[in-house]
């Protein structure tokens, strides 16, 4: 069964270093997502991204964060400068659409847990 | 804005008792409806989601859960537990024409022996 991947499993970095997030999605879907889980806390959304452009960001996505789809099979997600606070889980999402308006739903990977000492 | 509340953060039950997990939504046109499972350590995995159709849907493993549209909820139910349903479990929802969900703050379900 298709399934999304994301490296690492898990990051430790210092604060104020770059990190980069790989996922590699589905590879017949479109729509490509961010989501993250501070620990023990709620999954929130990040960005949302379509056609090679973001289509939608949260208040969490500023400007600190970029995304990219370097290639055909790549989604990246990169913290220019991190802090204490971001350390999460951080989720890939992707989703195929099946017809008019979309009915399927996210397939999300297993996450990358990001520690920022 | 969509938001969607999950009242109990925790719940205890025994193994083979039944149990509910609460999830409500705010009102909209149309939703879309999940389950999502969360293992420790583990991604999210779907349980069952509600597109359209008939307002009770099954997971493979035993759960169910009902749309009710006039009550705005989606509670998760299965009649009879097993250890390893334990595992945190999240209710999202997403308007119907976007894949932007929005989740729960989650119920961790600890199933006792």
């Known amino acids: 069964e298709p399934e999304v991947t994301q490296t690492p499993s898990h990051q430790v970095t210092q604060m104020g270093q770059e990190v980069i997030l790989r996922c590699v999605p589905i590879?017949?879907?479109?729509?490509f997502y961010w989501y993250r889980q501070i620990l023990g806390q709620k999954v929130e959304f990040l960005v949302s991204?379509?056609?090679?452009?973001?289509?939608?960001k949260s208040e969490i996505f500023d400007d600190q964060f970029s995304v990219e789809r370097p290639d055909g099979s790549n989604f990246t997600l990169k913290i220019r400068s991190t802090k204490l606070e971001d350390s999460a889980m951080y989720f890939c999402?992707?989703?195929?659409?099946?017809?008019?308006?979309?009915?399927?739903?996210?397939?999300f990977g297993e996450g990358s847990r990001l520690t920022v000492l | 804005a969509q938001s969607v509340t999950q009242l109990d953060s925790q719940v205890p039950v025994f193994e083979e008792a039944p149990v509910e997990l609460r999830c409500n939504y705010s009102?909209?046109?149309?939703?879309?409806l999940f389950w999502y499972v969360q293992y420790p350590n583990q991604g999210l995995q779907l349980l069952l989601k509600y597109l359209s159709g008939s307002t009770l849907v099954e997971s493979i493993n035993g759960f169910e859960a009902e749309f009710n549209k006039s009550q705005t909820s989606f509670h998760l139910r299965k009649p009879s537990v097993h250890i390893s349903d334990t595992a945190e479990y999240f209710c999202?929802?997403?308007?119907?024409?976007?894949?932007?969900?929005?989740f729960g703050t989650g119920t961790r379900l600890k199933v006792l022996a």
């Open positions: 009102s909209s046109v149309s939703v879309y």
């Open positions: 999402a992707s989703v195929g659409l099946a017809g008019g308006r979309g009915t399927g739903e996210l397939f």
């Open positions: 991204f379509y056609n090679n452009e973001i289509s939608e």
């Open positions: 590879s017949n879907h479109l729509y």
């Open positions: 999202a929802v997403s308007d119907g024409g976007t894949y932007k969900y929005i």
